[in-house]
């Protein structure tokens, strides 16, 4: 299978429709993606990691009770206003350009939420006929440069689909869509020659995990189009993409970089910790305290 030729990757889909129950009662009102690192919601960080990466279409595929991140990315008229009238410019200007500009975030909603896969599918007649990013904002990609940036790159040599992986214990790749390696283009980039959503520990092709990120050709909605439930009774991506995966290349690249799942509360506490360690303004202030609580 020749690689295909690289059309531009202009548009992210940013699936924000789960119900977050992990979260619960944080996400009873407030939408998982919209909690805070620090002192940015979740999705933000998301969102400037794909324009990093050069990509100009937003597309945010929620449900209901997720209107406050249609909210967070339009303008907020009285609170700029008033930061203008008090002088506040760093912050007014910090507002101004965390937004995307007018005509370039997209709202779709999934009605239900059948599953990753059935998200996905929503964002159909947004996205066309071209390849597309897509990211599950609650992983959150510790990266420099950003992961769709390293992603960008290997879509640009390789064409195809290109998925990011990364390495988990053996003992848990039963919670995770799990690659299986053919050809090794380099250390970090090879050949996807199988996956399988949630394996059995025993069954698992290998330890390599799907990590949240993903560079897709259009005709995955087709797959998706039909997809029966899968894993857990959702629709899942990963079966769509094994069914593609008979038909178009796949290449796996493990990105340089570490992921927090801030779906869960473990990986949140972490990442609250390595991103105010990560930020000068704070990182000086933090040390200290985090120290004193550590007994160190
Ligand atoms: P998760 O597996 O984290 O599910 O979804 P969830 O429902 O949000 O959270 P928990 O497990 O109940 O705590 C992975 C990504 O897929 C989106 C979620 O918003 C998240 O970004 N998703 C999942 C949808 O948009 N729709 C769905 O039907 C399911």
């Not at 500009?101 to 996905?120: D, M």
């Not at 640009?156 to 390696?181: C, D, F, Q, S």
């Not at 050949?191 to 059995?200: L, R």
Request: charged share 25%; net charge negative.
């Amino acid at each position: 299978m020749a690689p295909q030729a690289s059309k531009k990757v202009r548009k992210v889909v940013f699936p924000v429709a789960g119900l977050g129950t992990r979260f619960l009662p944080a996400t009873k009102t407030i939408p998982k993606e919209m909690l805070t690192v620090v002192d940015k919601p979740v999705i933000q960080y998301a969102v400037e990691e794909a324009i990093e990466a050069g990509i100009e279409h937003f597309v945010f595929v929620t449900g209901r009770g997720k209107g406050a991140i249609e909210d967070h990315f339009d303008i907020a008229y009285e609170l700029e206003a008033t930061l203008k009238a008090r002088g506040k410019t760093a912050e007014f200007e910090m507002l101004k350009t965390s937004r995307p500009v007018a005509g370039t975030a997209s709202f779709v909603r999934q009605q239900e939420p059948l599953g990753l896969g059935h998200a996905v599918w929503c964002a159909r007649d947004i996205v066309g006929d071209e390849p597309f990013a897509l990211a599950l904002p609650d992983m959150l990609i510790h990266a420099k440069p950003g992961c769709f940036a390293q992603m960008i790159d290997i879509y640009e040599k390789h064409g195809g689909n290109v998925v990011a992986v990364e390495e988990v214990p053996h003992e848990h790749v039963n919670r995770y869509g799990i690659v299986a390696l053919g050809q090794e283009f380099n250390a970090a980039t090879h050949k996807i020659t199988g996956m399988v959503e949630k394996p059995k520990i025993e069954e698992a092709p290998s330890n390599l995990i799907i990590s949240g990120r993903y560079i897709l050709q259009p005709e995955i909605f087709q797959k998706l189009a039909t997809q029966k439930p899968g894993a857990g009774g959702e629709i899942q991506l990963t079966d769509s993409m094994i069914a593609l995966l008979a038909e178009q290349d796949f290449f796996s690249y493990r990105f340089a970089g570490t992921t927090y799942d801030c779906g869960d509360k473990i990986g949140y506490l972490a990442a609250n910790v390595v991103y105010a360690l990560d930020r000068p303004d704070i990182a000086p202030k933090f040390k200290p305290v985090l120290d004193k609580i550590l007994g160190r």
